[in-house]
Every structure is written in C-alpha cells, then in structure tokens.
C-alpha cells in the first residue's frame, strides 16, 4: 500500500484547487439561470411554457445520461481526464448562447452544458470525497456543493444584472469565455488523479459489493433506492423553480435585476447552507436529514401559489434554499455509505443519473401542466409530489 493519507488537511491543495473549479463549473449553469426563459420570449418569440422548458429537458437528460457513464468510466479512463474532457464540451458553449439564431443552437448548447456538468461536476465531487476519507465525506460534499451553487446564484444575479443594464445578449455570456477556459486551464496542468486514494481505501472496506450496481442503487437496495428516488424529485422540484420562477415573476411585472435577485437567492443559499449541512451529514441521521429538507422543500413550493411581493419570494425562495442544502450533502454522503469504495463512483454515477433525469421529467411535466391547466395547477403538483418522497425516504432508508 502507497503511503497514502486520507483528509482534508493533508491534501487541502488538491481540494482547494477542486473547489476553484467547481465554482466555475456552477459559474457554467447560472449563465443561464436567469436569462434563457426571457431570451425565449422576447428574442426568439416563444410562449409555450413546454417549449420554452426544452432547454432544461435537453441539459437534464445529456447530463443524466452523462453521469451514469462519467461513474463506470472513472476507474477506467481516470478522473482527471474525464475532468478535462468535461471543460473541452464546455468552451463552445457561451459562443453558441452569444451567436445562437434560432431555438434550437439554445438547445444544442445545453446538450453539451450536459456533458460539461456530467463530466466535471461528477469528478469534482468524487475526486473530494476519495481524497478525505470517510469520516468528513459530509464536510468535503458540503464544500463542494457550497462552491458550485454559490457560484450558480453569483452568476444568475450577475447575468440578470448585465442584462437589465445592456440586454440579453450578448454581454452576460462573457463569463462563460472566462469559467470555460480556466476551468480548462486548472485542470489540465495543476489537478492529479485520486484513483491510488480509491485503491487504499478499498483494501480496508468491510461492506459487502453490489450484484448490480445500476440494479440496486435504483430499485433492489431499500436504502440505495429510497435515495436514489429523493434525488430524483429533488431535481424535479429544481427544474420547475429553474423553468417557472422568471416567468411567474416577470409576469408580475418584477424588473430583470428584481428577477436576477430572486433568481439567485434560492441557489445562494442553497450553496451558503451546505458549508454546515454537510457537516451535519457526518454527525447526525442521514435519513431524517432527508426527510426534513424534502418537507421544507415542499412546504416552500406550495407557498409560491400564495406570493406575490418581493419579500415573499424572497423568504420562499431562502427556505427552499435551506431544504436542498440539507438533503444535497446527504444524499452523496448516504449513498458512499452504503456502497464499497471499489463501487462507489458508478454507484454515485447511477444515482446522478435519476436525480438529474428529474431536471428533465420537472421541465416535461411542469410545462405540460403548466399549459394544459395553468402555471398554479402545476405548483401545486410538484410541491405535493415533493411531500409524498419525502414520506418514501422514512419508510425505506436505514437510519444512519
């Protein structure tokens, strides 16, 4: 076995320079955050809320798709070179949103902000969780999700900012230049692989492997499933917000930089938050973590139909905020729990794959409902399909 420590003081270089790069990894996602709905509507003449939603369908499925076989490849192919491959998918992406003529380039840049994200934000948190061990596998999830979303609700105010000031192209997209190609830069020349950290840790593993890794983490394996389903709707609520949050406000006649703000507070403190709950995730009940952060989500989604001033959306979108970043860090940390090192990233990988499946199954199902029975119906919906996961996640997870 190589001299090989496990923690975060003792690789903090590493991690530190993995946090950098998620955040412009999170920088990637909140370009879009704020302008593309408006875009839509006011560039390319779009009114249906499910057409308008084929971005988020087209980024949910490819970055799905993406996180499945990002986890079978990374004993394989190696964590840093799926990272660099990641950030290459991701330098044509601010030009397409800059130059883009017609719906569809709107959709092809997400097809590859798919494969940026299922590529480079898998790794990234991977790559963490191999190089501190399992005792603050919480903490190093926390930090790297803190990263990532706080750098998406930055980037969402900043683009409603620049766009309120000097429109909707192309000037908001310019950060993208700059996160893509350091992004490229840092992880091409300064970030090592952590497979050797895999190997050691899986010579001192006592849980027992997976028959099916894909098999159990989806359905077989109570605990494994029961979060896997969490996931799943999580992101399902997270498309709806992502979708609808800007046109509810703008047709409340809220300014862009109003919209740019209230669009940015729900992933800031989302980002903000889990510096503690992925903490919390080391000390205390990975289930009733779960189960409390997807109540607080549906709470906070059924009070969207009842708001309608600034503060309201601002305090909904704060508590929406806290219930993700409780169960963010804790979905990663339970399912490492369950699974052997050696399974691990093509575990993490499966369940990557159905949480971010529900990006696109919430745009699909949101804008369905939305167009068929009104924008409340569709709230209404996915806040109380929200409750009931979180009643699934008490009956099949194991408290741990």
Not at 244 to 271: D, E, M, N, R
Not at 295 to 306: D, E, G, N, T
Not at 369 to 382: K, M, P, Q
Request: glycine share 10%.
């Amino acid at each position: 076995m190589e001299n090989i420590k496990f923690g975060l003081k003792e690789n903090w270089k590493q991690f530190s320079l993995l946090v950098v790069i998620n955040a412009f990894v999170g920088g990637m996602i909140g370009l879009e955050r704020t302008v593309l709905p408006a875009l839509a509507e006011q560039e390319f003449g779009i009114s249906s809320k499910t057409a308008i939603f084929s971005f988020i369908v087209a980024f949910g499925i490819t970055k799905a798709i993406c996180n499945y076989f990002t986890g079978k490849w990374a004993n394989v192919l190696g964590r840093k070179n799926l990272l660099v491959i990641g950030w290459i998918f991701g330098l044509p992406i601010p030009f397409i949103l800059i130059f883009a003529n017609s719906w569809n380039w709107i959709i092809f840049a997400n097809i590859l902000l798919g494969i940026n994200q299922g590529l480079t934000w898998s790794m990234a948190v991977v790559m963490k969780i191999d190089l501190v061990g399992s005792k603050k596998r919480g903490l190093a999830v926390g930090i790297n999700e803190f990263a990532g979303y706080v750098s998406v609700g930055i980037v969402a105010f900043l683009t409603g900012y620049i766009a309120s000031h000097y429109g909707l192209r192309p000037y908001p997209f310019y950060l993208g230049i700059i996160f893509s190609v350091l992004g490229l830069f840092l992880s091409l020349v300064f970030v090592k692989d952590t497979k050797q950290y895999v190997r050691n840790e899986a010579i001192e593993s006592k849980i027992a492997l997976l028959s099916n890794i894909f098999i159990d983490t989806t359905f077989r394996h109570k605990s494994l499933s029961g979060i896997t389903q969490a996931g799943l709707v999580n992101n399902l609520n997270d498309g709806m917000i992502w979708g609808l949050l800007p046109l509810i406000l703008l047709k409340l006649a809220f300014s862009s930089s109003q919209v740019g703000v209230l669009a940015a507070i729900y992933p800031t403190v989302w980002g903000l938050s889990q510096l503690f709950t992925g903490k919390l995730s080391d000390i205390y009940s990975k289930k009733w973590l779960l189960f409390i952060g997807m109540s607080v989500q549906a709470l906070s989604i059924l009070a969207l139909l009842f708001a309608d001033l600034f503060w309201h959306f601002a305090a909904i979108g704060t508590l929406l905020g806290v219930g993700t970043a409780l169960v963010y860090p804790t979905f990663i940390n339970a399912i490492s729990v369950f699974t052997h090192p050696s399974q691990r990233a093509e575990s993490l990988g499966t369940f990557r794959f159905w949480r971010d499946l529900g990006y696109a199954i919430g745009a699909i199902t949101t804008g369905l409902l939305a167009d068929s029975f009104g924008i409340n119906f569709s709230i209404a919906f996915i806040g109380i399909l929200t409750a009931l996961s979180a009643m699934v996640v008490v009956f099949r997870v194991k408290d741990v």
